[in-house]
């Protein structure tokens, strides 16, 4: 099998461009065709593999890296990009009209208006409460978008990673439901959904599928503490009653579409760092989904998440080694098709864009943070991977950076499909790899 001298010459972006290469050892080919190729683990799936040197321009190894996999999670890796090319640092908060007593309201799919997660870094809630309008005017006309991405699974309306897409999110777009003590009652956040819970046995805490009622059993009453998220459906009456129980105006709603530019202004500011960390160290899918959505409305006005998808895909994305399959920010469709190489080209790119100390801030830390906070944890505390995990069912990837023993950064994108093992037995199985290669890459 050829390693090393695979259509290389295409394995790049735009900016990339080969230099002479070094000579791989052997021993790095030898240990890793034996830990890769011949685990008896990843032989129980289908797995793909590769390790390149940014600095060098160099790919030291690779395996299946040309094959298409479902990448789960590692498709927030290219929202991420997306993200950091198109809005450099700020994002379209609100889009807004002032006529007399009257503010007219379009949302930029900005999401941490009343977000209990973002609770002093909203933006949108410090600027509505200072205004003097007694009457607000919602609109969605510039919202051309479905609630729920492409090849997602209809029955996971009621978990907290699957939220419904809109150009004004409020609350996250969820039920937060909390209790703390057994005899304590359940609260929910936002407080109008308390009187929409009630009680169903047996039942789990859940939703009605096309409606805001949320069911609770004697399982919830028992247990000593509870934190949890529901998603709710999503309309503009709901969002007009819950800004005016919020902020105390009169709020009204329409489909009006977007003004001309020049006839609106724009709310900006910067996006906090805090953002990117929650969105990517616990792999957010709500702040996933909505990322697209501003970076459409910042680039066409209105939100059409498949036409910008397209354009970061066929444009922006257009020289990576192997075209991306890609239809939504999160990563919960099985619809997304991606190579190692592909996303290696993604992670490469972003090292010439973010600085590597605020990068390494926002991924997760091998031992420290996010979802890889229990797994691959460096010596002396010190994390020598920062990655990008991806985990659906009988799917799970891990996409990222690693430091050697001797500082030198690389990169790598580890990819597995169909296997029928429990992830932990894959992560066992990689971190054996990844330990090596810190010990033994120059």
């Known amino acids: 099998m050829l390693r090393f001298f695979l259509p290389l010459f295409t394995f790049s972006l735009c900016v990339i461009t080969l230099q002479a290469q070094k ?43 040309d094959k298409y996999f479902t990448p ?49 870094y909203d933006t949108l809630s410090q600027w509505l409460q200072q205004r003097e309008e007694k009457t607000w005017i919602i609109s969605n006309g510039h919202f051309y978008d479905e609630r729920y991405g492409e090849g997602w699974s209809w029955d996971d309306y009621p978990y907290g990673y699957q939220m419904e897409k809109a150009a004004l999110p409020v609350y996250g777009n969820a039920a937060h439901f909390s209790k703390t003590g057994h005899l304590a009652p359940i609260k929910v956040i936002p407080e109008h959904f308390q009187d929409n ?36 459906h999503y309309d503009l009456p709901l969002v007009a009653k819950l800004l005016q129980d919020t902020f105390k105006r009169t709020v009204l709603y329409n489909q009006d579409t977007l003004p001309r530019a020049f006839r609106r202004k724009t709310l900006t500011a910067p996006i906090p760092d805090t ?34 998808l397209a354009y970061v895909r066929d444009t922006l994305l257009a020289k990576a080694p192997q075209p991306f399959d890609w239809v939504d920010g999160s990563g ?5 098709q991606f190579t190692p190489f592909s996303i290696v080209s993604v992670l ?51 996409s990222g950076y690693l430091i050697s023993d001797s500082g030198k950064t690389y990169i790598f994108s580890f990819m597995h499909n169909n296997y029928p093992d429990k992830t932990k037995t894959l992560k066992t199985e990689m971190e054996k790899i990844l330990l090596w290669l810190r010990a033994n890459l120059e």
């Open 197 to 232: 819970l009630v009680y169903e046995n047996p039942s789990t805490l859940s939703r009605y599928e096309d409606r805001n009622i949320f069911t609770f059993s004697d399982r919830a009453l028992r247990v000593e503490k509870l934190d949890r998220s529901i998603g709710f």
């Open 275 to 308: 953002v990117f960390q929650q969105f990517l160290q616990d792999s957010d899918n709500f702040l996933a989904e909505q990322f697209l959505q501003v970076v459409s409305a910042q680039r066409y006005g209105y939100i059409n998440s498949p036409r910008i």
């Open 332 to 336: 919960l469709s099985r619809y997304n």
């Open 72 to 120: 789960a999670s590692n498709t927030k890796i290219l929202t991420f990009y997306a993200a950091q090319t198109l809005l450099r640092g700020e994002w379209p908060v609100i889009h807004y009209q002032e006529q007399g007593d009257t503010l007219r309201i379009w949302g930029t799919g900005y999401p941490l208006l009343l977000h209990p997660d973002f609770v002093g």
């Open 23 to 65: 000579t791989v050892s052997r021993k790095l080919v030898s240990h890793l065709t034996e830990s890769v190729e011949n685990s008896e683990v990843f032989q129980k799936g289908f797995t793909g593999f590769a390790l390149f040197d940014p600095e060098e321009r160099q790919l030291l190894y690779q395996y299946q890296a």
């Open 348 to 398: 490469d790119q972003l090292m010439t864009q973010v600085n590597q100390d605020q990068l390494f801030r926002f991924f997760p830390a091998g031992g420290v943070s996010g979802t890889i906070e229990g797994w691959y944890e460096g010596p002396k505390n010190q994390p020598f991977i920062y990655a990008k995990t991806g985990t659906l069912r009988h799917i799970h990837c891990l």
